[in-house]
Nanobody
Framework: QVQLVESGGGLVQAGGSLRLSCAAS????????MGWFRQAPGKEREFVAC????????YYGDSVKGRFTISRDNAKNTVVLQMNSLKPEDTAVYYC???????????????????WGQGTQVTVSS
């Protein structure tokens, strides 16, 4: 089992920045993939970014490319999402996801991730 705890959400004005963290605990030695999704009211969960643990390859959703950066701290089993140039449409609950093994699903799919955190609210005011 893997437990994920997100932190760092909050309220920010458009154009501002926020930094989200996701700390993993439990059976993290075999981690394969960690990433972030978001879900706005009335919408489906949307892929934001992820990183593959073996080689640090990163992937981004089209709506956040060039503004968000995902990184990891192996020693702390933590993945960080740095969000810059935030827009009101970035407002959502952000969820951290993790997968302990390789998957046949696209990394942009929720089905590629087995474990989820409780989510953290990000609100961007105009």
């Amino acid at each position: 089992q893997v437990q994920l705890v997100e932190s760092g959400g909050g309220l920010v004005q458009a154009g501002g920045s926020l930094r989200l963290s996701c700390a993993a605990s439990g059976r993290t030695f075999s981690m394969y993939l960690m990433g972030w999704f978001r879900q706005a009211p009335g919408k489906e969960r949307e892929f934001v970014a992820c990183t593959r643990w073996s080689d640090s390859t990163t992937y981004y959703g089209d709506s956040v490319k060039g503004r968000f950066t995902i990184s990891r701290d192996n020693a702390k089993n933590t993945v960080v999402l740095q969000m810059n140039s935030l827009k009101p449409e970035d407002t959502a609950v952000y969820y951290c996801g993790a997968s302990p093994s390789s998957t046949s699903y696209s990394y942009t799919s929720v089905y590629a991730f087995r474990y989820w955190g409780q989510g953290t609210q990000v609100t961007v005011s105009s």
